[in-house]
């Protein structure tokens, strides 16, 4: 794949995810691709560290600092980390 087709896909899955966000009226939820992930819920990744998300000032969710990485986004998180399994509390 070249890299503008990289470029067109990310910004592409980037747009989605925005306006998926924004049709999620429930702000202890956020949509990543087809999977629906619960603010403040803690999520293992396929390398068995932990994550925590909490809603940051955009609306986006980010990782908290109880987290594998601090603050980055669930997209990038789900991209470069996943699958993210929820762990029973």
Same mark, same amino acid.
């Given at each position: 794949?070249?890299?503008? &087709?990289?470029?067109i896909r990310r910004i !592409?899955?980037?747009?989605? @995810?925005?306006?998926?966000r924004l049709a999620t009226?429930?702000?202890? @939820?956020?949509?990543?691709?087809?999977? !629906? #992930?619960? /603010?403040?819920?803690?999520?293992?990744? @396929?390398?068995?560290?932990?994550?925590?998300?909490?809603?940051? $000032?955009?609306? &986006?969710?980010?990782?908290?600092?109880?987290?594998?990485?601090? @603050?980055?986004?669930?997209? #990038? !998180? !789900?991209?470069? #980390? $996943? *699958?993210?399994?929820? /762990? *029973?509390?």
């Open positions: 794949m070249s890299e503008i &087709e990289e470029t !592409v899955r980037e747009e989605i @995810r925005a306006a998926m009226t429930d702000q202890n @939820r956020d949509i990543c691709g087809s999977e !629906v #992930y619960e /603010v403040g819920a803690r999520y293992e990744d @396929r390398d068995g560290d932990l994550w925590v998300f909490e809603r940051g $000032g955009n609306g &986006e969710l980010r990782s908290t600092y109880g987290s594998y990485r601090q @603050r980055e986004t669930l997209g #990038y !998180v !789900v991209d470069t #980390y $996943g *699958p993210l399994t929820k /762990v *029973p509390s």
